[in-house]
Every structure is written in structure tokens, then in C-alpha cells.
């Protein structure tokens, strides 16, 4: 890989916590595993049938996250990789009834994520949120529950809500009640769209629940009209152009739409979703980018100002950070 696109300062906006646990991070949990099995167990097979295929992976990572500690030590890890990656703002996603099968509760795993991104941010220096999600199969009483719970600690690092899983295989109503109530508090929120399934999820999504930003988006590109109305409401696209290839939603990467999508004038980012799943660093991505459809600096700049725009942090450190950003590419 080029030390330029490693050492360019970037921003990623879509990346989850138990998806991106590094070799490193599972021998602290089990010491005696091997590489291969690492490779087998915690990453997506080039193979993978899609998307329920691809999060079947996720598992492994809850498996171990179910302490306090256990949290601490993904999240250094996590930081760790960003810092190696000349990462400089990220928003770290994650389901807290996910991790209540030990005895935490989804406070507590709330409580015990804040605490370790505070200890990771200060050990750093590199900023970062949470993002909680609701999943796409959990009733309302769960998706509301996740959504107070953003509010809750909304002074302690959580900027925004989330809709994750398969957006093919469950509906989006019995979750509009908790994205009512994040709009009424102003929470800000995201949602995986266009993944899974085509366009018209997208415009579903978009009419429905209103997020300021979509979760990939990248099927989008099927309807011209929905992708002007993306342009002209300035929805963010989330972009994670490996695991959309890892999950068959396209063919290759010299299929995938986001070379059109940039040049249709969206708002586009780009992010690694699961570092582990997917098996890939954000200036891996960027190379690939480079190499397929010849991005620059001029792309990728675009790309990490408008994600920056799009991230749920006030001006003042937007401010800041796009300082740092700009600064940090040749001109």
C-alpha cells in the first residue's frame, strides 16, 4: 500500500465497534488462536452469499463484548487501528442489546462504550462519537429503548441513532416511533438503505423517517430522480465500497456506483463499515479508489469535507478538524 494514502488525514463516519476487532485485539481475548483461524471466524469469505452471510461474522465479536472491560480493550483496539490509518474523526456504531447476554444492561453497555472512548480519544488525540442502532428485527419497545438511550448520554459522547441489519428481510414501521421521538429531541440519525435492497428502499427511508444521512445508499444510483433528491437535500451517502462487494451487492469494484454517485454530484463518504469483516483499512479503500477509477487528492479532500459537514458534531470542532484536514493534503 502507498504511504501517501496512508498518510493522508481522513474521516470516517460508518464503521461498527463488534465488526472491527484486529488479530491483536481477539488474542487478548484468546490467546492461543492462530491467523488462519482469525481469518475464518471474524472475516466475511469472498464467497458470501450477501448480506445475512457477511453479519453472520458480527457474532464473534459480540461473543466477546460482553464486560465493561471487554468494551475498553475493542475500543483502544479500534483507536489503535485509526491512529495507524491517520484517522482524525470517526463515529464508532453499535447495537446495545447486543452486548446484555452476560448481565450488562444496554445502559451499562452504553455507559461502558462513553468510557472507553473518552480513555480512547484521550490516549490518542483523535476524536470520535457514538452512534447507537436499533436492528432492523428488534420490536418498537426495543428501537425506542436504544433511542432514549442516545438521548441519555447524548452529553457523554453519543451524537446520534442508527437502523442496522437487513433491510430485505424486516420492515421499517415498527421503528418510526423512535425515529419520531430522536426528531422530536434532536437526535441526529442515519439509516442503512440501499444495500440490501434497491432504490426504492432509499426513497422509503428518506420519506419516512428523514435522516440526514444514509447508511451505503449505493443502489440508489438505480433511480435518477431519487439521486437528484439526494443531491438536492444534501443527504450524505455512507459509502463502504469493500463490504458492498464482500455482500454481492456488487460484482467488483469496477461495478460499483460509487464513482457515479460522486460524479452526480452527492455527498459521499467513504468508510470501511467492519475493519474486520470486511478485512480492510480506510487507505486501502482509498488506493483501490485510486487504482479503479483514478481518484486524487481532489476526490478524496471533497469526500472527507463532506463527510465532515455530515458528521453530528458542532461547528466549532467541524471548524477545527477541516483545518487539520485541509492542512494535512498537498496542494
Not at 452486548?99 to 480519544?121: K, N, P, R
Not at 418498537?140 to 441519555?152: F, G, I, K, N, Y
Not at 435518477?224 to 459509502?239: I, N
Amino acid at each position: 500500500m502507498s504511504v501517501f494514502f496512508r498518510n493522508i488525514p481522513k474521516v470516517e463516519l460508518h464503521v461498527h465497534l463488534d465488526c472491527s476487532l484486529s488479530y491483536e485485539a481477539v488474542r487478548y481475548f484468546e490467546p492461543g488462536i492462530q491467523k488462519a483461524e482469525y481469518l475464518h471466524r471474524f472475516v466475511a469469505p469472498l464467497n458470501a452469499t450477501g448480506l445475512p452471510d457477511y453479519l453472520e461474522k458480527a457474532f464473534e465479536g459480540i461473543r466477546f463484548m460482553q464486560t465493561a472491560e471487554s468494551f475498553r480493550v475493542v475500543m483502544l483496539d479500534l483507536f489503535e487501528q485509526f491512529r495507524r490509518d491517520h484517522i482524525i474523526y470517526a463515529e464508532v456504531r453499535f447495537a446495545p442489546f447486543e452486548h446484555t447476554q452476560q448481565g450488562l444492561t444496554a445502559y451499562a453497555a452504553v455507559e461502558a462504550a462513553s468510557a472507553a472512548l473518552e480513555e480512547a480519544i484521550t490516549h490518542t488525540g483523535i476524536e470520535g462519537r457514538l452512534i447507537l442502532c436499533t436492528l432492523r428485527h428488534y420490536p418498537a419497545e426495543q428501537s425506542m429503548e436504544t433511542v432514549r438511550l442516545a438521548h441519555t448520554f447524548r452529553d457523554r459522547l453519543v451524537a446520534g441513532f442508527d437502523i442496522a441489519a437487513d433491510e430485505a428481510a424486516h420492515p421499517l414501521d415498527p421503528h418510526l416511533p423512535a425515529f419520531a421521538f430522536a426528531h422530536a429531541h434532536g437526535i441526529p440519525c442515519t439509516a442503512h438503505a440501499g444495500e440490501a435492497c434497491g432504490s426504492e428502499s432509499v426513497r422509503e427511508t428518506l420519506e419516512k423517517i428523514h435522516p440526514q444521512r444514509i447508511g451505503h445508499g449505493v443502489r440508489s444510483i438505480e433511480d435518477p430522480a431519487l439521486v437528484e433528491v439526494l443531491r438536492q437535500k444534501k443527504v450524505h451517502l455512507e459509502v463502504c465500497p469493500t463490504s458492498n462487494i464482500r455482500t454481492h451487492v456488487f460484482p467488483s469494484l469496477f461495478a460499483h456506483s460509487v464513482n457515479a454517485l460522486y460524479e452526480a454530484g452527492l455527498s459521499v463518504g467513504i468508510n470501511t463499515d467492519g475493519r474486520a469483516i470486511s478485512y480492510v483499512t480506510l487507505s486501502e479503500e482509498y488506493e483501490k479508489l485510486h487504482q479503479v477509477f483514478g481518484w486524487d487528492t481532489a476526490h478524496f479532500l471533497r469526500c472527507n469535507i463532506q463527510a465532515l459537514d455530515a458528521a453530528f458534531i458542532p461547528e466549532h470542532l467541524k471548524s477545527r478538524l477541516k483545518e487539520t484536514l485541509t492542512a494535512g493534503y498537498p496542494r
